[in-house]
């Protein structure tokens, strides 16, 4: 992340130099780009709940689009700032062309803003379902699942700067979405939180200011989901050890919040060298680990290259192709009607921020015996009206029935997943509990 909505004047000089070392970054990889397939990058209309106002744009490789591969997987771009959705795929080349070749497709949200940047700074972005960036990606991603087919197993997030930074807090933030990230050049999840919905820069945390023990920034990751028990994401962390826009020092804070989520000690780390001038950290596992770091010495800001992405795409898992179409099996009888698990779960309704005439909540199901499907109904006072609801179905109003979302119906006995929603009018109870089946 390179700028900020409203920086101070002192940081403006280091943060051009910043804009400029990005514009560097994408021209060379577009120019190096063959001819591109007939599949392009295209504008995706009315995906969802969408509080600050991004944009998303899709790649579709036609064997997808064509069905030739059934459930894909699906990897989140997100650019840096003063990028956009173009400048990423044009100056990506090596990611679409991997997405041709192992079926998987790319969304790419984008913002607006003067600066380019996402939020990763607001008390909004910082709260689950809340109203900025990710609940706007979140949308981005289950409309995907529903419009391409997505395997919900293989979700995969990525991004440089800004989009590295949004990297981390998405992956922290929806742990139970993203299989894995990898971060070109970012800082910790929570590190650049100001308190504050105006000011989304902090110069502390670009500057590596801001030491913290791994489960302080574990207890950070934890409180933005609370209840939350499952497995976190695997995370690949790429920086630059002259990096002066976002401190090498962040590099070891992020190490240290992962470790720590993933329960790893660092004691465990195996390094080597998988390039010429490549410094390769393993965390956890010689295979598959659950958390890896590439550092560049004698590089800055500028981090990503051409020849990075593949090393990216393994670690993510993104050339294991996805299948091909089923065979016919002939024709096969109507399932018989299933119960969602009717008292296999409870659920209780939490008022996370209230203000006159509205409020957000947000509604954790913890589920007693595994859970295919679920549903909750939530009594609200008369007169409310719920505004905006993401990570889940509404089906009902008046009481308010929610089901799952494409993508997390699924609950593991003992595990939880949590929906949100603005209202408009009385906030409820709370906490209160709320009828599950």
């Known amino acids: 992340m390179t700028t900020d909505t409203a920086p101070s004047a002192r940081t403006r000089p280091r943060l051009r130099r910043a804009g400029a070392a990005l514009a560097a970054l994408v021209l060379p990889l577009g120019v190096a780009a063959p001819p591109a397939a007939a599949a392009t990058l295209a504008p995706v209309e009315d995906f969802g709940a969408n509080p600050s106002g991004l944009n998303m744009y899709a790649y579709v490789p036609d064997a997808v689009a064509d069905g030739a591969v059934s459930d894909p997987a699906l990897l989140v771009g997100v650019h840096w700032c003063s990028g956009s959705a173009q400048a990423y795929y044009d100056g990506t080349a090596e990611w679409r062309q991997a997405a041709d070749e192992h079926g998987f497709v790319i969304v790419y949200p984008e913002n607006e803003r003067a600066d380019g940047c996402f939020d990763v700074a607001s008390p909004e972005a910082m709260q689950r379902g809340g109203a900025?960036?990710?609940?706007?990606?979140?949308?981005?991603?289950?409309?995907?699942?529903d419009a391409y087919?997505?395997?919900?197993?293989?979700?995969?997030?990525?991004?440089?700067?800004?989009?590295?930074?949004?990297?981390?807090?998405?992956?922290?933030?929806?742990?139970?979405?993203?299989?894995?990230?990898?971060?070109?050049?970012?800082?910790?999840?929570?590190?650049?939180a100001t308190g504050s919905s105006t000011?989304?820069?902090?110069?502390?945390?670009?500057?590596?200011?801001?030491?913290?023990?791994?489960?302080?920034?574990?207890?950070?990751?934890?409180d933005m989901n609370p209840g939350y028990a499952g497995a976190y994401p695997r995370m690949q962390l790429w920086h630059g050890a002259e990096d002066d826009v976002l401190s090498y020092a962040n590099l070891g804070e992020a190490v240290e919040q992962w470790t720590t989520?993933?329960?790893?000690?660092?004691?465990t780390a195996q390094t080597d060298t998988p390039e010429d001038g490549w410094v390769r950290t393993r965390y956890g596992a010689d295979d598959e680990p659950p958390v890896e770091t590439?550092?560049?010495?004698?590089?800055?800001?500028?981090?990503?290259?051409w020849g990075m992405a593949?090393?990216?795409?393994?670690?993510?898992?993104?050339?294991?192709?996805?299948?091909?179409p089923d065979p016919d099996p002939g024709p096969?009888?109507?399932?018989?009607?299933?119960?969602?698990?009717s008292g296999d779960c409870s659920a209780v309704l939490v008022v996370q921020q209230s203000w006159t005439g509205g409020f957000t909540a947000a509604?954790?199901?913890?589920?007693?015996?595994?859970?295919?499907?679920?549903?909750?109904?939530?009594?609200?006072?008369?007169?409310?009206?719920?505004?905006?609801?993401?990570?889940?179905?509404?089906?009902?109003?008046?009481?308010?029935?929610?089901?799952?979302?494409?993508?997390?119906?699924?609950v593991a006995a003992g595990g939880t997943v949590s929906y949100g929603f603005n209202g408009a009018g009385t906030a409820p109870v709370s906490p209160q509990p709320v009828e599950c089946g």
């Open 363 to 410: 509604v954790t199901v913890t589920a007693t015996t595994r859970l295919d499907a679920w549903r909750t109904v939530v009594e609200l006072p008369d007169g409310t009206a719920v505004v905006t609801l993401w990570n889940g179905d509404v089906v009902g109003e008046d009481p308010l029935v929610v089901t799952n979302a494409a993508w997390n119906g699924g």
């Open 199 to 222: 000011h989304l820069w902090s110069t502390q945390c670009a500057q590596g200011e801001l030491d913290l023990t791994g489960e302080q920034w574990a207890q950070r990751v934890r």
């Open 149 to 192: 087919g997505i395997d919900t197993e293989r979700i995969y997030v990525t991004g440089i700067s800004s989009g590295a930074m949004m990297t981390n807090l998405l992956a922290a933030q929806y742990p139970d979405v993203f299989a894995a990230g990898a971060a070109f050049a970012g800082v910790p999840a929570t590190c650049f």
């Open 261 to 267: 989520l993933h329960g790893i000690d660092e004691s």
């Open 294 to 305: 590439i550092v560049l010495p004698g590089v800055g800001h500028n981090v990503v290259s």
């Open 132 to 145: 900025s960036d990710p609940t706007g990606i979140m949308s981005m991603v289950n409309h995907a699942v």
């Open 310 to 324: 593949p090393y990216a795409i393994d670690f993510l898992g993104l050339d294991d192709p996805g299948a091909g």
């Open 332 to 341: 096969t009888p109507d399932p018989e009607p299933t119960d969602p698990g």
